[in-house]
């Protein structure tokens, strides 16, 4: 069974390195954060503190809305939602994915699992169950 994406929405979402996730605050407001991200099959995976707000609205409510845009004429356009989760474990292979989109390059020396639970990174994974607001993409 194919998923949510269509072919030219993967394509967008592989080339653009920054979005906005929202989540919802305890008071039910919305928060929104500019992050970076890399697109795994039909999920969207993102490096955070456990301790961040963004990660504890995922945690307490199991959902997140994410946004990216193109940065040129004439302004692309995709936002995709979905059931989120916290992952604590196996954490190292995402996060350098996510590094090396910061970077340019994969990281000289990858984080490994040890080093990242003692700084406290999660990886913040949005399944993409929703796509709407798609402008400008393929």
Do not use: N
Request: proline content about 8%; charged content about 20%.
């Amino acid at each position: 069974m194919a998923g949510p994406l269509s072919e030219a929405a993967r394509v967008f979402l592989s080339t653009c390195p920054v979005g906005t996730i929202a989540t919802l605050r305890p008071d039910g407001r919305v928060r929104q954060t500019v992050v970076y991200f890399v697109l795994d099959g039909d999920r969207i995976l993102i490096s955070t503190e456990a301790k961040r707000g963004k990660a504890r609205d995922v945690e307490r409510t199991g959902w997140a809305s994410f946004c990216v845009f193109g940065h040129a004429k004439p302004w692309p356009s995709l936002t995709v939602e979905g059931p989120a989760r916290v992952i604590r474990e196996g954490v190292a292979e995402p996060t350098a994915r996510i590094l090396a989109v910061i970077a340019g390059a994969p990281p000289t020396q990858p984080p490994s699992e040890d080093a990242l639970a003692r700084a406290g990174r999660v990886i913040l994974e949005i399944e993409i169950a929703k796509v709407y607001g798609q402008s400008y993409v393929g």
